[in-house]
């Protein structure tokens, strides 16, 4: 991944700052809103699991251990009336059954359950199903008194474990006081299974029956003591009044009976049975005023509840968004700010120095103060008024070096300027003088000589004009009129060192206009001495053109070593945007004057490789440079205006005949 791409604003790492304290705000208030609004849910579930699940159950309950009671008398004593009793009873049973697993079944109960709540009801649905098996055995003779009472135990225990169930879904006081009272119904429902047992020993107990007894006797007093501690005042003084009644008294004496006597006497079971009906109404209508007034205090304590989340929650949302709205704030404060930084060191490097460097170039004088301002950043951050000063100060030295910086390119450009107008006054004296001589030159080898002075002094004409390119001004060469194409590029090849190895091919009869004819020579003459110098000394440098549909192209191929892909990619890079000149890259200087040629006259330069394996290059001649004189023109622009003196020719056609190439490549 890139530096910029891990790149991140102010404004987010602002917000990562204060991400950790907001939320652990946020997860405070998640927290809080969600314990209040899950135990308001669960008090309004209390009341969905009382309508269609408990309150069906208990009354399940009851026509349970009546039917239990009456089978026990029925199997007991065997008489017809004890038996319509027991159908009459089943009767009521199957409808109270039939409720119960209805509204077990329902989808509002369904939803209102837990997984774990759901099992427990199924069990209890399952459980109910024995019941039919236990009437079968009884119908058949099949089931004994105890083994009939026990089953039908094991059907009351199924449904208490269900009630119990609904009671586990919280620890909320309402839930808790629910167990208690379960615990209650349970003692309950320990004292109609007594009635069971000694409903059917008209003759007394059995050792085993008289165990199961006292087991039931013991199980209910615990209960009942270890319970009442645990209910609140109301609940607990339904209970208390049960138990202290003379009727409570007299059933605890009547037990003690029964568990010591051998024999129970008539009149002893109808007491008894007396005494316990009574007692075990009382401990349903407890229970069922009990379980009424928790479910009555279940809806007010919700709303409460819900009405304290409402607030809670939303006095926390408000702090949570007030956090972020600060946090954004805040942080888009901070970044306007840095925007503003930013966008004066922008503006400094896009505008202020381009623009400074544009007028010391151009000759102007350049104000510091107008030029480099002290920037001006927004807000009051007292770091980022310091960042601020310190880009003033940086901007201030920058714009000091570069006026310095362009002070001392114009200063070079000069001494360019000065030695290259120096030199080509001389070389044309020296030029002047040759040409003097070879008129008068009688002797071959003499007149060779001469011609090849007169080629030397051509480069180094050349070699002149570049400087005063590189200084940015216009050489003094300069033609009226059209020239050839095929002239002009002969009169390049000629200002080559090893011109006897450029094969320059014919091309169309077009006209080159005159005033971009010494540009063009020098551009070519460049492009010429490079696939030259960069290939054997034993391959030739062909040089072909001709009209395309955008202008005139020139092809110069060598047959050198290449050029890798990176390296033609910058070189081309270069030839299209003209680089400054940097004195320290004194090697490229060709590539330099290339450039500045090309961005002249628009010309297109560009490099790819050869089909030979080395190099060629491409000079696109815009249409707008290109004329197509009559050939009456052109002959007439071959013999007046392309003169030996202005384009060597003669010493190019005379010259390679007797030259012979050294091989040596250009020291540059």
């Keep these: 991944m890139s530096a910029r791409g891990r790149d991140r604003p102010i404004r987010s790492r602002i917000i990562g700052l204060l991400l950790v304290p907001l939320f652990s705000l946020v997860t405070l208030w ?359 000063r310190a880009f003033s100060t940086v901007q201030q030295a920058a714009v000091e070096a570069a006026i310095g910086q362009a002070r001392l390119q114009r200063g070079v450009s000069q001494v360019f300027l000065n030695l290259a107008r120096r030199s080509q006054t001389l070389l044309h004296r020296q030029r002047t003088q040759l040409h003097g001589m070879q008129r008068y030159a009688t002797e071959p080898d003499m007149l060779e000589e001469l011609f090849r002075l007169d080629h030397l002094t051509t480069r180094m004409r050349r070699h002149a004009e570049g400087l005063i390119i590189l200084s940015g001004s216009v050489p003094g060469r300069a033609w009226r009129k059209p020239v050839p194409m095929y002239d002009v590029v002969r009169g390049a090849a000629a200002e080559v060192e090893d011109y006897a190895r450029v094969n320059v091919l014919p091309m169309e009869e077009h006209g080159l206009d005159g005033s971009a004819v010494a540009d063009v020579i020098h551009l070519i003459a460049e492009l010429i001495e490079n696939a030259t110098v960069y290939s054997p000394p034993h391959t030739p440098v062909a040089v072909r053109g001709e009209i395309v549909g955008t202008g005139f192209a020139v092809e110069i191929e060598d047959r050198g070593l290449g050029l890798t892909k990176e390296r033609l990619a910058e070189l081309n890079e270069r030839l299209a945007n003209a680089p400054e000149f940097d004195i320290a890259d004194t090697d490229r200087m060709g590539l330099f004057v290339v450039a500045r040629l090309a961005a002249r006259r628009d010309v297109r330069v560009t490099l790819r490789p050869s089909p030979y394996g080395g190099t060629t290059a491409i000079v696109l001649i815009p249409s707008a440079l290109m004329v197509c004189p009559k050939d009456d023109d052109l002959t007439r622009l071959r013999t007046e205006e392309v003169t030996p003196e202005d384009i060597i020719l003669a010493s190019f056609n005379r010259g390679p005949k007797n030259d012979k190439n050294t091989g040596q490549e250009d020291p540059r």
Excluded: C
């Design 30 to 388: 998640a927290v809080t809103a969600g314990v209040t609004i899950e135990e308001s849910l669960s008090l309004r579930t209390y009341n969905t699991l009382w309508s269609t699940l408990r309150q069906p159950a208990d009354s399940l309950i009851v026509e349970l251990q009546a039917e239990r009671m009456a089978t026990a008398r029925s199997l007991g004593s065997r008489s017809q009336s004890d038996r319509t009793a027991l159908g009459l009873q089943r009767q009521r049973t199957n409808a109270a059954r039939e409720r119960v697993r209805t509204l077990a079944l329902s989808r509002e109960s369904r939803s209102a359950t837990t997984s774990a709540m759901r099992a427990q009801v199924d069990e209890m649905l399952q459980g109910l199903a024995r019941v039919d098996e236990i009437r079968a055995e009884v119908d058949e003779g099949l089931s004994e008194r105890l083994h009939a009472i026990e089953t039908y135990n094991l059907v009351s225990d199924a449904i208490y474990r269900m009630h119990y169930s609904l009671a586990l879904i919280n620890d909320i006081p309402i839930y808790q006081q629910s167990r208690v009272v379960i615990s209650l119904g349970y003692a309950k429902e320990l004292l109609t299974r007594e009635q069971a047992l000694a409903a059917s020993a008209s003759g007394g107990l059995t050792d085993e029956e008289r165990k199961l007894f006292t087991q039931l006797v013991g199980n209910r007093r615990f209960l009942i003591d270890q319970a009442l501690p645990e209910l609140d005042t109301s609940l607990r003084q339904l209970h208390v009044n049960l138990i202290t009644t003379p009727l409570y008294q007299r059933l605890r004496l009547q037990e003690e009976q029964i568990i010591k006597a051998p024999r129970i006497s008539v009149r002893t079971q109808r007491v008894w049975q007396s005494t316990s009906d009574d007692l075990a109404d009382s401990f349903q209508k407890a229970q069922t005023e009990a379980a009424s007034m928790l479910a009555r205090r279940a809806a007010p304590i919700a709303d409460s509840i819900l009405r304290r989340a409402v607030l809670a929650g939303g006095f926390g949302l408000l702090a949570v968004v007030a956090s972020i709205l600060i946090s954004m704030h805040v942080g888009g404060r901070l970044a306007r700010e840095l925007a503003g930084l930013r966008q004066a060191a922008l503006d400094l490097a896009n505008q202020r120095l381009p623009r400074v460097l544009a007028k010391l170039r151009s000759g102007d004088e350049v104000d510091l103060a107008t030029e480099a301002p002290p920037i001006r950043t927004l807000g009051g951050t007292a770091e980022i008024q310091d960042v601020g």
